[in-house]
T-cell receptor, first 113, second 110 residues
Framework: DSGVTQTPKHLITATGQRVTLRCSPRSGDLSVYWYQQSLDQGLQFLIQYYNGEERAKGNILERFSAQQFPDLHSELNLSSLELGDSALYFC????????????FGDGTRLSIL | GQQVMQIPQYQHVQEGEDFTTYCNSSTTLSNIQWYKQRPGGHPVFLIQLVKSGEVKKQKRLTFQFGEAKKNSSLHITATQTTDVGTYFCAPKAAGNKLTFGGGTRVLVKP
């Protein structure tokens, strides 16, 4: 158990819809990272928050947004969903802004029908 | 920006044999991390290398950081079925964010 909690585990929705994925980091970790992993693909970095502020941005679409709340949990919002958005979305957390190891949650599997 | 190449993309190994996977960066790195993702699982941190030429061992796994700090390797000896999974390197250059390589998917033939 990594200590990172992601909900929901599975999400099935239709094109054009909007969903919110939630992540609770390990206790004491200040950074939260979001990654997208399509079937049998690598990890595509989306965005990082550190102590409530956006720290780094990757290949995140304009239809996607995220935030980190004062209690350090984070949400990833995906809107105007397309079939190609079907993927496993991982959240990871680390104690600092980027040099320390990342601890991954079990992921949310998003299926767009 | 920083480019990361991990080779090979796929590695089919006979149980009991050794293999090596390589990670190459276009820029000099401050450190590099390695992760393993089992099929159906999430990436799990294995190790971090910081010093030039550093070598670290974890049982049958040997991790090495290049002298120029632009590449790294993971060598597994006497491969077992428990080694199945995808191994990701995650190099970090100073001032940059951590970047995950494309991974080496390891399949073990019993």
């Amino acid at each position: 158990d990594s200590g990172v909690t992601q909900t929901p585990k599975h999400l099935i929705t239709a094109t054009g819809q909007r969903v919110t994925l939630r992540c609770s980091p390990r206790s004491g970790d200040l950074s939260v990272y979001w990654y997208q992993q399509s079937l049998d693909q690598g990890l595509q970095f989306l965005i990082q928050y550190y102590n409530g502020e956006e720290r780094a941005k990757g290949n995140i679409l304009e239809r996607f947004s995220a935030q980190q709340f004062p209690d350090l949990h984070s949400e990833l919002n995906l809107s105007s969903l397309e079939l190609g958005d079907s993927a496993l979305y991982f959240c990871a957390s680390s104690v600092d802004g980027g040099n320390q190891p990342q601890h991954f949650g079990d992921g949310t599997r998003l299926s767009i029908l | 920006g920083q480019q990361v190449m991990q080779i090979p993309q796929y590695q089919h190994v006979q149980e009991g044999e050794d293999f090596t996977t390589y990670c190459n960066s276009s820029t000099t790195l401050s450190n590099i991390q390695w992760y393993k993702q089992r099929p159906g699982g999430h990436p799990v941190f294995l190790i971090q290398l910081v010093k030039s030429g550093e070598v670290k061992k974890q049982k049958r796994l040997t991790f090495q950081f290049g002298e120029a700090k632009k590449n790294s390797s993971l060598h597994i000896t006497a491969t077992q079925t428990t080694d199945v999974g995808t191994y990701f390197c995650a190099p970090k250059a100073a001032g940059n964010k951590l970047t995950f390589g494309g991974g080496t998917r390891v399949l073990v033939k019993p």
